[in-house]
């Protein structure tokens, strides 16, 4: 079975107290910390960049998952032109790089230059992009994202259209992680973990609950199902 992963989305916390949002994520359960790179041209926002993760990897280092948080940094990088940016994020302290498949020329070259860094290649859609589109590069891949929203902000609306996409991958590609990204909580995981998604993103859910505890076992429990 594929191992269900949990990655509070870091936009939606307190980035005042970032380390301490990050470290109470952590302690409560959470797998991954997704952090949402935006450079204000292939969305229309700008969010966080290198020396937010680089003082964020000092904070909160990997671990070893027992004595200290096992902080995995899921990069989602919403910026134009993707290679400019593998090597810095990657000595920043990522330890995946998620770029846009609309963001970049030539994506089997780009997975290569990640990997040739150690770390996780991972692949997003945009919503208007189908799943057929990432057929050919998924057996290079380590994770595919389907955006359940218009990538750019949190808390807008999950898209249950985009349900099919993550049906179609999960049979053509069953050993892989599917990421789900946008409008993911308590009322919208049972329709996307059933679809086949093992990895969780959830910004406004987790950060936004008088319990973030529950919430990450409760989406954790419908991925396990
Ligand atoms: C939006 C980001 C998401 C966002 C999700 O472009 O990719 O990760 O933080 O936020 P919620 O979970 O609030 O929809
Ligand atoms: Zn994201």
Same mark, same amino acid.
């Given at each position: 079975?594929?191992?269900?992963?949990? +990655?509070?989305?870091?936009? +939606?916390?307190?980035?005042?107290?970032?380390?301490?949002?990050?470290?109470?994520?952590?302690?409560?359960?959470?797998? &991954?910390?997704?952090?949402?790179?935006?450079?204000?041209?292939?969305?229309?926002?700008?969010?966080?960049?290198?020396?937010?993760?680089?003082?964020?990897?000092?904070?909160?280092?990997?671990?070893?998952?027992?004595?200290?948080?096992?902080?995995?940094?899921?990069?989602?990088?919403?910026?134009?032109?993707?290679?400019? &940016?593998?090597?810095?994020?990657? =000595?920043?302290?990522?330890?995946?790089?998620?770029?846009?498949?609309?963001?970049?020329?030539?994506?089997?070259?780009?997975?290569? /230059?990640? =990997?040739?860094?150690?770390?996780?290649?991972?692949?997003?859609?945009?919503?208007?992009?189908?799943?057929?589109?990432?057929?050919? /590069?998924?057996?290079?891949?380590?994770?595919?994202?389907?955006?359940?929203?218009?990538?750019?902000?949190?808390?807008?609306?999950?898209?249950?259209?985009?349900?099919?996409?993550?049906?179609?991958?999960?049979?053509?590609?069953?050993?892989?992680?599917?990421?789900?990204?946008?409008?993911?909580?308590?009322?919208?995981?049972?329709?996307?973990?059933?679809?086949?998604?093992?990895?969780?993103?959830?910004?406004?859910?987790?950060?936004?609950?008088?319990?973030?505890?529950?919430?990450?076992?409760?989406?954790?429990?419908?991925?396990?199902?």
């Amino acid at each position: 079975m594929l191992k269900s992963v949990i +990655a509070p989305s870091i936009l +939606a916390s307190d980035f005042a107290n970032l380390g301490c949002e990050c470290h109470k994520v952590l302690g409560l359960g959470a797998d &991954w910390l997704h952090i949402d790179v935006m450079d204000g041209h292939f969305v229309n926002n700008i969010s966080l960049g290198l020396p937010v993760v680089e003082s964020l990897r000092k904070a909160v280092p990997r671990g070893d998952g027992v004595s200290k948080p096992k902080a995995f940094f899921d990069c989602h990088m919403m910026v134009s032109e993707p290679e400019k &940016w593998v090597e810095e994020f990657v =000595k920043a302290g990522a330890d995946q790089f998620t770029f846009h498949f609309e963001a970049t020329k030539d994506p089997l070259a780009l997975v290569k /230059l990640i =990997k040739s860094f150690g770390i996780r290649a991972a692949c997003a859609i945009k919503p208007a992009t189908p799943a057929e589109a990432v057929y050919d /590069l998924a057996p290079y891949l380590d994770m595919i994202l389907v955006m359940t929203i218009e990538p750019g902000f949190g808390g807008q609306k999950f898209m249950p259209e985009m349900i099919p996409k993550v049906e179609l991958l999960r049979t053509k590609f069953p050993e892989l992680d599917i990421q789900v990204d946008g409008g993911l909580g308590k009322a919208t995981i049972p329709v996307a973990a059933k679809a086949g998604a093992n990895v969780i993103v959830a910004g406004t859910a987790v950060f936004g609950a008088a319990d973030p505890g529950e919430v990450i076992n409760f989406l954790r429990d419908e991925v396990d199902a």
